[in-house]
C-alpha cells in the first residue's frame, strides 16, 4: 500500500510496506494517486514523456523494495512477560484540574496514598513475572506521586535493591504536578529518574483556566519557576513538559510555542479525553485541530532553523532506525506486559482503566485472577484491529491507545476516528518535517 | 521526479523489548509507537560514537 499526500507545495508518498518515505513532483503524485489508487485525479495534462519517466522511476524504486512492498501480515504470539508497572502512589491531588481523567486525582473512590508494603509487593510481582526481560519500569503515577514521598523514594531503593539481585535493571518515571518540587525532589528525580513527565498547559491563561488549586486559583506562577530550575538542572536526562489542549484554545501552537521560548526543549501537547461539554474535543473541531497542527509544524520548522529548535514528541518520527517490526504490530502492552497497580495492590490494564471494576485482574500478591481478561489485551495487536487494514499509519500508530478506543467505540480493537485523523495529521507533518531536515542538513554541508 | 528521503535500515535486534513502553514516553493519552526510536540501537550507537 501507498500513501501520496501534498504538504503545501510538497508532494510526498510513503510505502506502507517498506516503511519508506519519497518526495515527488506534482505530476507523479497526480498520476500514483489516479493510477495506483483509484482517486479521481486530472492527469490528462501530464505528457507522454513524463509518463515514461514516472513509469521508470516507479520500477526502480519496486526492484529495490521501497514501492509497493508486500506488508507483514502475520505476528508470533505475544509473551507473558511483564515488562512495566504504573505505580498509582498516590490517589490524591493538590490540584483540581477539571479534565482530569482520574477525578482530579480520587479516580471516583477515596483519597488514599499506597503503603509501602504494596509497593514492594507491586516490585515484588514485576521481578517474578518477567521472565527473561533484563529491563523492567515503573511509572509513579497519581493522582500527584510528590504527595507521597517518602514511600516513592523507598519503593525506588527497594525495587534497585531487588532488581540487583534478580539481574533486572529498572527504569523508573514520574509524572507530576510540579507544585511539591524543590531542591531535595529535584536533586532525587535527577538521580534516579530515567524520565520525569511535567505537567503545564502553555501560556498562563490557558493553563490558570483549568488547572486550580485546591482553592480554585491558578497554578502557573506556583510552578513555572520550579519546572525551569528542574529543567535547568536535569542535565542530558530525559524529561517532557507536557500540556493538554482542549476546546478552549484550539490554537494549541501558541502553547507550544510559548513553552520552547520558557526554555523546555521537550515539549508534548496532548488532546484532552473529557466529557466536559466545554472541553470537549469533537468531529467538529477537527479541521481547526488539522490546521493547527500545519500551523505548529511551520512554526516547528522556522524555530529549528533559527537555531532554536526543540523537541516536540508528536513530530518526532524515525523512519531510518525507528522500533522494530515487532512492537509496530503489537501495539499497547496495556493488560498484558504493562498494567496500572492502585494503593490497594488491585491491577488494571492501564491508569486509563484503573477503577473500572469491569477491567479489575488481579492484585500484586495473588497476581492475575483474571485470565480472560489478559488472554483479551494479549491476543489484540494491528492484525485484530480491521479499521487498521487499510490506513497507512497502522505500522507508525499500532492501532492506537487501547483505552482511548474502548472508551469511544466500547472496544479496545476499535480505533476511535477523531483520534485516528489527529494521528494521521500528525504523521504527515512530522514526515514534511523529516524531508526539510533533511533538506537543510543538505545545503548547510554544500 | 521520485526521490527516496527515508528507508528502514536493516534492524540487527527484533523484539527484544528493551524499548519503553510507548504509553511513558510523554503522553499517556495519544500514545504512537512510531515516534520512538529503537533504544537499543541508539543506546548501541552512543556506545560505538564514544
Sequence with gaps: MIHVFNYRDKNYIYDVGSASLHECDTPTADFLKAKELGQDVDITYITDEQIAEILSDVEGLKSAGLLGKDEVKAYPMKSDEVKALCIHICHDCNF??????????????????????????AVDFLIQNSGKRKVLEM????????????????????????????????????????????????????????????????????????????????TYALIIDKIKKFVQLRGEKSYYVRGTFTAKNLDFAEDVVFLAREGFDSISMEPVVTDL??????????????????????????????????????????????PCLSKRVSACGAGNEYFSVLPNGDLYPCHQFAADKEFYMGNVWEGITKPQIREKFKNS?????????????????????????????????????????????RIECAMHILAEKKRLKSSENL | MIKTIAKPQEKKVMGCGECRSTCQSACKTSCTVGNQSCERVTREEKIERK
Design chain 1, 96 to 121: 483540581r484540574c477539571r479534565y482530569c481523567f482520574a477525578d482530579e486525582g480520587a479516580y471516583h473512590s477515596k483519597r488514599e496514598s499506597m503503603n509501602l508494603e504494596t509497593a514492594k509487593a
Design chain 1, 139 to 218: 511509572d509513579f503515577f497519581g493522582g500527584e506521586p510528590l504527595m507521597n514521598l517518602d514511600v516513592l523514594k523507598a519503593t525506588v531503593a527497594y525495587a534497585k535493591e531487588q532488581g540487583g539481585k534478580a539481574g533486572k535493571k529498572f527504569l523508573f518515571t514520574t509524572t507530576t504536578n510540579a507544585l511539591l518540587l524543590n531542591d531535595e525532589t529535584i536533586a532525587f528525580f535527577n538521580a534516579e529518574m530515567e524520565n520525569v513527565v511535567l505537567s503545564l498547559d502553555g501560556r498562563p491563561e490557558v493553563h490558570d483556566a483549568i488547572r486550580k488549586t485546591v482553592n480554585g486559583k491558578g
Design chain 1, 277 to 322: 461539554e466545554d472541553l470537549k474535543l469533537t468531529e467538529e473541531h477537527l479541521p481547526a485541530i488539522e490546521a493547527e497542527y500545519e500551523r505548529l509544524c511551520e512554526k516547528y520548522l522556522a524555530m529549528h532553523e533559527a537555531g532554536e529548535g526543540f523537541n516536540f514528541f508528536h513530530f518526532n518520527i524515525d523512519l531510518e532506525g525507528g
Design chain 1, 381 to 425: 495487536c494491528l492484525f485484530t484491529r480491521e479499521k487498521c487494514g487499510d490506513c497507512f499509519a497502522k505500522f507508525i500508530c499500532s492501532g492506537g491507545c487501547n483505552a482511548n478506543n474502548y472508551h469511544f467505540c466500547g472496544d479496545i480493537d476499535t480505533p476511535y476516528e477523531m483520534t485516528c485523523a489527529m494521528m494521521k495529521k
